[in-house]
């Protein structure tokens, strides 16, 4: 999947979460969420959630621009269909919305993924050029992919997750997991935790 999968996939993961976060239902709430969005910590239960919305992402506040463009879209398309000019309504209503979807695509998915999953992104990023494998536990994401830019491995051990825990390996391997589903890897007493950040707990086990 290329990166803008990867951005779509971060947009909805925030949007139609399964840990309740919030509903976006337009592109000027998912900014004016975002832009106040440490505001909601205390209300949120979730660990992960809570790491996650704490990430330091610059909002400038013209990120609001694209819900701004949206109002004005319905706006002139709603006067046009009350003059009865059908046709230029939907004109206006159509495009408008693919000039929205790209300005949202442009300025608000690629903040919105840093809260989602920047911190792993890094990681999988500083990856690029080591020999090593790197892999995901507890969730599923195509960053270990796309952003490690690694070729496919030449030994098939490695698709075995058991062997990389606790195999034979035969080089690094770097573990992602989240801070609420990290203490499911304890028992496996070769893995050494690196750091934490933004509700990722990024993982090493060395060969032996």
């Known amino acids: 999947m290329g990166q803008e999968g990867e951005n779509h996939a971060a947009i909805y993961s925030l949007c139609h979460s399964d840990h309740g976060w919030f509903d976006i239902y337009s592109p000027y709430d998912a900014s004016f969420f975002a832009m106040h969005i440490r505001k909601f910590i205390p209300y949120v239960r979730d660990q992960f959630a809570q790491a ?9 506040g013209w990120e609001c621009l694209p819900g ?47 809260y989602s999953q920047g911190a792993a992104i890094d990681f999988f990023i500083q990856r690029q050029g080591e020999d090593c494998y790197v892999r995901t536990l507890g969730f599923k994401s195509y960053g270990e992919l796309f952003y490690t830019q690694k070729a496919k491995p ?3 051990q490695s698709y075995d997750i058991n062997w990389l825990l ?19 890897y304890k028992k496996y007493e070769d893995l050494k935790e690196l750091y934490r950040k933004n509700g990722f707990v990024f993982l090493k086990r060395m060969p032996k």
Do not use: Q
Request: net charge positive; glycine share 6%; proline share 3%.
């Open 154 to 156: 030449l030994n098939v």
């Open 68 to 114: 701004v463009f949206m109002l004005l879209v319905i706006y002139y398309g709603l006067r046009k269909l009350n003059r009865k000019k059908f046709i230029t309504s939907a004109w206006v209503f159509f495009t408008g919305t693919a000039i929205v979807i790209f300005m949202a695509s442009s300025i608000l998915i690629p903040k919105i993924e840093r």
């Open 52 to 60: 996650a919305m704490g990430a330091d992402v610059y909002w400038s």
């Open 166 to 184: 606790t195999g034979n390996i035969d080089k690094p391997v770097y573990f992602v997991t989240k801070i609420n589903r990290v203490d499911d």
